[in-house]
């Protein structure tokens, strides 16, 4: 645990290095951007709990990948379902109004659907055809993108918009906010509780784990494996769905041209990171969300362009993967020298 | 006749990018290495592509820099893959995000544009007559007159094919994916084999990127490789890395990528001719994974 903590710590530490010396290499001050980011995102109730609020789809599509990841299943399609839980959620709140206790929950319901439905046709593929998942779940990406652009630029666009993006959907289906803080922040915070629960106290999630540890042996001991890999699939679409359900509800409260794109890759990006841990991927989320909501604050007042976050994104994976790997080595030998130290003694 | 002719051309054009980023991706397939940071090399070279033919006026500049740009990132992979020894899936994963990251800002820093980038003052790579040919109905509008990249892809493939298969490079390539071992103890060393194929893959990609930005198009737009990498790695599993076969199924893409511009010009809208090349790529998977089931099958 303390290994973890460390290498993780340490691995941030020599991320955050790399990228000041990028900086200077650009001719910028480090500590200056560094501190207009932090102040941006965590400086006061405002900036935090923005960031909190950016923090939602992040998070979620993390813990999207990191499941499917720690299971077996290589999902790689949380851009695409997300755009399609954004997508049911949108229609539903354009099409239907009923007061926000039914409302919220209807969308939300209808943004989960969404999400399951376009991992399940994937992990139909695999399990009717044997077509391995990675691809597929690349190229549902592609197809989901080109279908909702072609969806919000045709059959539900708004008129009066200048570029293509649906009519706001019903004002009961809008996330209400707390005080400063969006709701969608604690459903967020309930989801990651929930899963955590059903991946590391339950039985399911105990077979997913083992399966992917080892398929071979969770066969032998009676799991269901291809069962289970479905359940994964959908579980893990149905959780990018809701990521974008609540961008939709939480956010411009209407299907925007590139809603998707934003975050692409994040959701995979940070499950690396967090090295597939549920607990840990809510920290990297937030973490991330932190930087790409600085970057923002950070452009106007310094002259760093805000599409820096994005390097520092990339250098923030390779280093903490690097230094996580490199680190465990290290530590294995420290421990095995003192070992022979405590014998020789 | 022009129809055809057209649809030909737009075949080739579609597939060149396709066959050069998965004939680099072969090598590091024969090498053993999971690399799926095609796509990422093929962004940053059509990039560097650009800005080495906007500041020097000349596609040949351009096409180095191109070839330079994704040999950065091959030096980066092979810094963490090879040397720390980082698993190659997430190393790859991250060095596309960090082609998309980095272009995206020096877009933003060099041209001082969001989006896209495109000037007069850049050279792109000409395309190559034959006189003679150019003079045969239906054959020479094909075959004369392509970009240059085209005609390189040609001989890259047989180069290729000769590289792996004829050899003693390429039987070193091969077994060190084949068996790591036995290479090693043989006194050829393992990891030198694969950051040589790492390297060739970046030539191939650099050439890839290239033909996007100077050849296809002569601009540079964000994240333009568009998941051609991925198509290019689907292809190469899709045959086991043969050139050959890779050539073939380029060309499959190709002529898909061609059908949808030739759709659009029938009214059908752009958003769904733009989903004909990945809906063509489940197709070959479909058919792909049909194929390896009845071998199992036999095989029982």
């Known amino acids: 645990m303390t290994r973890r903590i460390l290498s993780g710590v340490l691995g941030v530490v020599i991320a955050l290095v790399v990228g000041a010396i990028i900086m200077l290499i650009e001719g910028y001050e480090p500590l200056a951007t560094y501190g207009a980011l932090a102040q941006f995102s965590l400086g006061g109730i405002g900036p935090l709990t923005t960031t909190l ?13 990191a499941i499917a990841f720690a299971s077996g299943p290589v999902n790689l399609g949380q851009p695409g379902q997300l755009v399609f839980g954004a997508l049911a959620a949108t229609l539903g709140g354009l099409y239907i109004s009923l007061p926000p206790v039914l409302e919220i929950p209807l969308l939300l319901l209808l943004a989960i659907a969404g999400g399951a439905l376009w991992s399940g046709l994937a992990g139909l593929m695999k399990q009717a055809f044997g077509m391995s998942e990675f691809i597929v779940t690349l190229m549902l990406n592609m197809i989901a993108d080109f279908f909702t652009a072609w969806v919000i ?20 289906g809008w996330m209400p ?28 999630g105990y077979e997913w784990r083992i399966t992917g540890q080892n398929s071979l042996f969770a066969r032998l001991g009676g799991c269901d494996v291809r069962g289970n890999f479905m359940a994964v699939m959908l579980v893990t679409g149905a959780l990018a769905g809701l990521a974008g359900g609540l961008v939709v509800m939480g956010g411009p409260h209407r299907f925007l041209k590139g809603l998707g794109a934003n975050y692409a890759w994040d959701g995979i990006m940070i499950a690396i990171m967090a090295n597939n841990g549920l607990v840990e991927t809510l920290i990297y989320g937030v973490f991330v969300a932190a930087i790409q909501t600085g970057a923002l604050g950070m452009e106007l007042i310094t002259n760093v362009p805000s599409e820096i976050a994005q390097v520092l994104q990339a250098v923030l994976v390779l280093v903490i993967v690097a230094t996580r790997e490199y680190a465990a080595v290290v530590f294995d030998r420290l421990a095995a020298r003192r070992q022979a130290r405590e014998r020789a003694a | 006749m022009n129809i055809i002719v057209g649809l030909i051309t737009g075949m080739i054009s579609g597939a ?37 033919s906007f500041l020097f ?15 950065i990132l091959a030096l980066i992979f092979i810094f963490f893959s090879v040397t720390l020894n980082t698993d190659e899936f997430v190393t790859g994963i991250a060095l596309n995000l960090f082609a998309l990251g980095s272009t995206t800002y020096l877009l933003r820093q060099i041209f001082k ?38 005609y390189l892809a040609v001989i890259a493939t047989i180069f290729c094919y000769y590289l792996v298969f004829k050899t003693r ?40 990127g290239a033909f996007l930005s100077l050849g296809y198009v002569t601009l540079f737009a964000e994240n333009m490789t568009a998941g051609r990498g991925w198509i290019s790695l689907a292809a190469i599993i899709l045959v086991d890395g043969h050139p050959y076969g890779i050539a073939l199924i380029s060309l499959l893409f190709g002529f898909f ?6 759709l659009q010009g029938y009214g059908v809208s752009s958003q769904f001719t733009s989903m004909v090349p990945y809906i063509a790529t489940l197709g070959a998977l479909y058919v792909y994974a049909r194929r390896n089931r009845e071998r199992e099958r036999n095989a029982l």
């Open chain 2, 169 to 208: 490079f390429g039987l070193r390539l091969r077994a060190a994916g084949y068996n790591p071992n036995s290479l090693d103890s043989s006194g050829v060393r393992t990891s030198r084999m694969r950051i040589q194929s790492l390297l060739l893959c970046a030539v191939f990609c650099g050439l890839a």
């Open chain 1, 177 to 204: 906010d707390i005080g400063p803080l969006n709701s969608s922040v604690l459903l967020m915070l309930a989801a990651v509780v929930v899963m955590w629960f059903v991946f590391q106290r339950w039985r399911a």
């Open chain 2, 113 to 150: 544009v969001k989006g896209v980038f495109t000037s007069k003052l850049i050279d792109s790579i000409p395309n190559i007559h034959f006189p003679l040919i150019e003079k045969i109905p239906l054959l020479g509008p094909v075959v004369s007159g392509r970009n240059l990249i085209v």
């Open chain 2, 57 to 71: 006026h000349s596609w040949l500049v351009g096409l180095l820099f191109a070839i330079a740009g994704a040999m």
């Open chain 2, 257 to 262: 990528d061609g059908l949808g511009l030739f």
């Open chain 1, 53 to 65: 609020k950016n923090s939602v789809p992040l998070v979620l599509t993390g813990l999207s990948a």
């Open chain 1, 153 to 172: 630029a045709y059959p539900l666009m708004d008129r009066k918009a200048f570029s293509p993006m649906t009519p706001p959907i019903a004002r009961s």
């Open chain 2, 16 to 52: 060149t990018p396709i066959l050069l980023a998965a004939l680099g991706g072969a090598f590091t397939f024969y090498a053993g290495i999971f690399n799926i940071a095609m796509e990422g090399m093929m962004l940053m070279a059509a990039f560097f592509a650009v800005l080495g």
